[in-house]
Nanobody, 123 residues
Framework: QVQLVESGGGLVQAGGSLRLSCAAS????????MAWFRQAPGKEREFVAA????????YYADSVKGRFTISRDNAKNTMYLRMNSLKPEDTAVYYC????????????????WGQGTQVTVSS
């Protein structure tokens, strides 16, 4: 498995922006599908975005489409999530996930997870 560490969370006002990072180590990062999920208090973990190992395929939840951008730098073993036009309903702990074979939006199919980073959007 690959080890994942998220960073970049924080407190931001509605309409603002943040960039999350997910640093990977352990296995060959470049062959993994990478994804972002989030979990708000009292709610289930939900899919945010995913990117194929080559970066050629992306997949976004409807709730973030047009506002969030997923990207990766395989040379740096790092994935990013650029979040623009943030809304209070985006408040959650954001997790990065990785898997060498998964492609989809179900958290159960991803084998490696980070510890999460808190994003809080104030109104």
């Amino acid at each position: 498995q690959v080890q994942l560490v998220e960073s970049g969370g924080g407190l931001v006002q509605a309409g603002g922006s943040l960039r999350l990072s997910c640093a990977a180590s352990g296995r060959t990062f470049s062959i993994y599908t990478m994804a972002w999920f989030r979990q708000a208090p009292g709610k289930e973990r939900e899919f945010v975005a995913a990117m194929s190992w080559s970066g050629g395929r992306t997949y976004y939840a409807d709730s973030v489409k047009g506002r969030f951008t997923i990207s990766r730098d395989n040379a740096k073993n790092t994935m990013y999530l650029r979040m623009n036009s943030l809304k209070p309903e985006d408040t959650a702990v954001y997790y990065c996930a990785a898997d060498p074979t998964a492609w989809g939006n179900r958290p159960q199919i991803f084998g490696s997870w980070g510890q999460g980073t808190q994003v809080t959007v104030s109104s």
